[in-house]
């Protein structure tokens, strides 16, 4: 880890009900060629076997935190930025899953930017395994920065951000 146990990246991990596939998420968190990040799992409520899933998964770089009731999927994605302990942070679905070079490919595109571009986002495979970048824009198995002037967030006048790639930079201090 950076600094004073500061990991590099956290990856906020929003759930609920998802034991089915939260699993793979996290754990497609923790293959990233990027191995210095937190995993944080938010579990919103869940009634089903969600937390047994995320707490028998064995390692140190994953946290599990639960609210009492379901408040949402946006107050799930604050408890984790709130949590995060990380330089960057990035989201990740629970029923989603990232191919091992993710976070190393957002991490150049930003390192290549000036200190205002605050978010990245990559494209992403459907199930029938096209290429597709979330808003029909780019080039196919790229990263494309994103300029903003939010130190809360990446502030994208039209756009929101796909919830598996938005970025926080500058946001910690």
């Given at each position: 880890m950076t600094g004073a146990d500061r990991p590099r990246v956290s990856v906020v991990v929003p759930t609920y009900n998802r034991a089915d596939t939260v699993?793979?998420?996290?754990?497609?968190?923790?293959?990233q060629t990027v191995t210095d990040i937190e995993v944080v799992v938010v579990d919103d409520g869940s009634t089903d076997d969600t937390a047994a899933v995320v707490?028998?998964?064995?390692?140190?770089?994953?946290?599990?935190l639960a609210h009492?009731?379901?408040?949402?999927?946006?107050?799930a994605r604050n408890t984790g930025i709130e949590?995060?302990?990380?330089?960057?942070?990035?989201f990740l679905d629970s029923d989603d899953r990232w191919l091992p070079g993710k976070l190393d490919r957002q991490l150049a595109e930003l390192s290549r930017r000036p200190p205002e571009w605050i978010g990245v986002y990559c494209e992403f495979l459907t199930p029938?395994?096209?290429?597709?970048?979330?808003?029909s824009t780019g080039s196919p198995g790229k990263c494309s920065p994103h300029p903003g002037r939010s130190k809360a967030g990446a502030n994208w006048p039209g756009r929101s951000s796909p919830s598996t790639s938005?970025?926080?930079r500058g946001r910690r201090s």
């Open positions: 699993g793979r998420a996290v754990e497609s968190a923790l293959a707490t028998g998964i064995d390692d140190e770089r994953v946290r599990y009492e009731r379901n408040r949402g999927r946006s107050a949590a995060a302990r990380g330089e960057y942070v990035a029938s395994r096209r290429l597709s970048d979330g808003w938005s970025w926080d």
